[in-house]
């Protein structure tokens, strides 16, 4: 803190005030009623004398200059209860780390490794430099670290060999980053690879290559090391698509040399798989795959019409049989004009579903996805949709009818479907297609919407019209400054006056500052009682 500067006060108003506090002292600290004056001055102006009159206009200005002094002490005094806090504080911070036991702080640590991986870019210091930064605090801190591996997964061929060498002593299973562009060589790779642990000791893989050569050169570099990669457990595998010297992108866009070497990896503890831009065969091995993700969107200078049925033979591949959550993400995606072909089988063990869209994409492609992915046991589905407020701004709407809507006039039916959540991002649309949407959705009984701009539906109507959320338990509305907020106290009004209202067990109103300003708020207070949760 900036120190403040030295004031010599006046000794006359410092006797005066300490003689004042002491008379306040032995009237037992009481201020006001009849003697408080007292404890100030004795001078009466009743009956008024010339020469008391001078007293007190003498007394007047030594209150003044007491009452000026004491605001100098009172300054001084906030300065030292400000300075004396800030040293307090710091303390307490040590101390309180301090008392946390090793146990926590050792997973404390383990949710800083998640975001350092999630962020991990092999082309920055700052990411490449953290776990030595968390190391370097304290010394404490330092022998916790040291001791736990995941902390210093994370390599790539950016890494100087002291780092890499310790990196290879704390961790026997690393996390491999590794990017190939036009600089890229496979000596460069295999020089790389000598430095780390064998490659069926390695945790998680997670490659990019900018275009056919730079690809083939990565995976035939690691198909060097060996086929077996028994410790695996994440892969990811990204094609930025820069295209050849003519710009050019190779077909297909992932190279045949590519999957000839990723169709002989043996990857038995697979549980992840992460592709971007990429549509592999599905002879991959692993048994044991519990998610996957794919990423179908444009590159810098090539818009793509994507192959869907390309898509269906890989979605229906016997390793993604095992899968129990797909994410599929669209950005600006093309469908091609093609017609799909028969689904070959039912993912069973599929259970939770997201699907985020961006840009422009081309609803067929949406429409596409959800004919290829057929689980009849789906329990989760997440809804994720932006768009570009300067487009169509219909688009939501199109993306919508072609998740539930296979065809005009059809509804998709997700029968065993319990948790659905849908965020809108951006405003500047009047109403989403609720009706379809829910009546997918029957047995429906925990309900996420963010649909800033949109009107709020109306539940009632959906519900006794079409049926739809009659087992709704949770619902949970966030950002809705939206038109119609009286639909939501209008629902629960109509759940009270049905006997329906014991079955909702928790509401979560969060930005609804419509029902406030429209006046509805003590409304659903009083009908909702402890079921509610207020932010707003």
């Not at 004491?70 to 806090?85: A, D, H, K, P, R």
């Not at 945790?203 to 050569?213: A, H, I, P």
Request: hydrophobic share 35%.
């Amino acid at each position: 803190m900036h120190s403040i500067a030295t004031k010599v006060l006046e000794s006359n108003d410092l006797v005066y005030l300490i003689g004042a506090l002491q008379k306040l002292n032995e009237h037992g600290g009481k201020l006001g009623g009849k003697d408080g004056q007292g404890i100030w001055h004795n001078i009466s102006t009743d009956p008024y004398e010339k020469e008391r009159h001078r007293e007190a206009r003498k007394m007047l200005a030594r209150m003044k200059s007491a009452l000026k002094t004491l605001g100098s002490v009172t300054t001084f005094l906030e300065y030292s209860i400000q300075s004396l806090s800030h040293n307090c504080i710091r303390e307490e911070r040590a101390i309180g780390i301090a008392s946390l036991p090793d146990e926590l702080l050792a997973r404390v640590f383990e949710f800083y490794y998640e975001d350092y991986h999630d962020q991990f870019n092999t082309e920055s210091e700052d990411t490449t430099t953290s776990p030595m930064i968390l190391s370097g605090v304290c010394k404490r801190f330092r022998c916790i670290v040291l001791h736990m591996p995941r902390v210093w997964a994370c390599v790539s061929p950016y890494f100087g060999s002291d780092r890499l060498d310790t990196l290879k002593t704390r961790c026997q299973n690393p996390v491999v980053f590794l990017s190939a562009d036009c600089e890229s060589s496979n000596k460069e790779f295999v020089r790389f690879f000598k430095q780390l642990h064998p490659i069926n000791q390695w945790r998680g893989l997670n490659m990019e290559f900018v275009d056919k050569e730079d690809g083939c050169i990565l995976f035939e570099s690691l198909f060097s090391r060996g086929s077996s990669l028994d410790a695996l457990e994440t892969l990811s595998i990204t094609f930025e698509g820069f295209g050849n010297d003519e710009g050019n992108l190779p077909n297909p866009l992932f190279p045949r040399k590519c999957q000839e070497v990723l169709s002989k990896w043996v990857m038995p503890r697979l549980e992840e798989l992460v592709l971007r831009n990429i549509i592999p065969s599905g002879n991959l091995k692993c048994s044991r795959l519990k998610s996957c993700k794919i990423f179908l969107g444009n590159f810098l200078y090539h818009r793509v019409e994507w192959d869907f049925n390309a898509l269906r033979n890989f979605i229906h591949s016997s390793p993604l049989s095992s899968i129990e959550h797909l994410t599929v993400i669209f950005d600006g995606t093309l469908a091609s004009d093609v017609t799909l072909g028969t689904r070959k089988h039912p993912l069973f063990k599929l259970k939770h579903l997201e699907v985020y869209v961006d840009l422009d994409t081309d609803p067929k492609a949406l429409r596409q996805i959800m004919d290829i992915v057929d689980a009849p046991n789906l329990e989760s589905m997440k809804i994720h949709l932006s768009y570009l407020q300067d487009g169509d701004i219909h688009l939501p709407i199109k993306w919508l009818n072609a998740i539930f809507q296979p065809s005009e006039g059809l509804i998709r039916t997700f029968p065993n479907v319990v948790k659905f959540q849908i965020y809108v991002l951006l405003n500047g649309i009047a109403e989403l297609p609720f009706e379809p949407m829910l009546r997918s959705l029957p047995r429906l009984n925990s309900l996420r919407m963010s649909i800033p701009g949109a009107k709020v539906p109306d539940f009632s109507a959906l519900r006794r019209n079409f049926g739809c959320i009659q087992e709704l338990k949770s619902l949970d509305f966030r950002n809705c400054l939206s038109p119609s907020p009286w639909n939501i106290a209008d629902y629960f009004s109509s759940l009270k006056r049905c006997q329906g209202l014991t079955e909702l067990q928790e509401v979560e109103l969060r930005g609804c500052c419509g029902l406030r300003e429209s006046g509805y708020k003590e409304r659903v207070i009083t009908l909702l009682g402890d079921k509610l949760l207020w932010k707003c």
